[in-house]
Nanobody, 118 residues
Framework: QVQLVESGGGLVQPGGSLRLACEAS????????IGWFRRAPGGEREGVLC???????????YSVKGRFTISSITRINAKETVYLQMNSLKPDDSGVYYC????????WGQGTQVTVSA
């Protein structure tokens, strides 16, 4: 059973930065992808960025291009860890950010709140 735990959310002013972390464990396949999705208040879930174990990255949300980056998948303390670096944050970036894994099958973390507000 794949398990995902997010951390790093919080309150930040517009123009600020945050780094989210996703720790994943339980992969039984050598082929998997880890990504980030978000859901704004009252909105639908939106893909942000995704990366595979072979370091192939996909930008899922055009609005974050040039501002958000996803790290390579790194093994730390027996867990696969992925970071989402978010720079030049805007109020529209606010929402709950979820870590996702396709491994195969779909797995989701519990989410971490990001609030961008003055």
């Amino acid at each position: 059973q794949v398990q995902l735990v997010e951390s790093g959310g919080g309150l930040v002013q517009p123009g600020g930065s945050l780094r989210l972390a996703c720790e994943a464990s339980g992969f039984t396949s050598d082929y998997y992808a880890i990504g980030w999705f978000r859901r704004a208040p009252g909105g639908e879930r939106e893909g942000v960025l995704c990366i595979t174990q072979s370091n192939y990255q996909t930008v899922l949300a055009y609005s974050v291009k040039g501002r958000f980056t996803i790290s390579s998948i790194t093994r730390i303390n027996a867990k696969e860890t992925v970071y989402l670096q978010m720079n030049s944050l805007k109020p529209d970036d606010s929402g709950v950010y979820y870590c996702y894994a396709g491994a195969p099958g779909e797995y989701w973390g519990q989410g971490t709140q990001v609030t961008v507000s003055a």
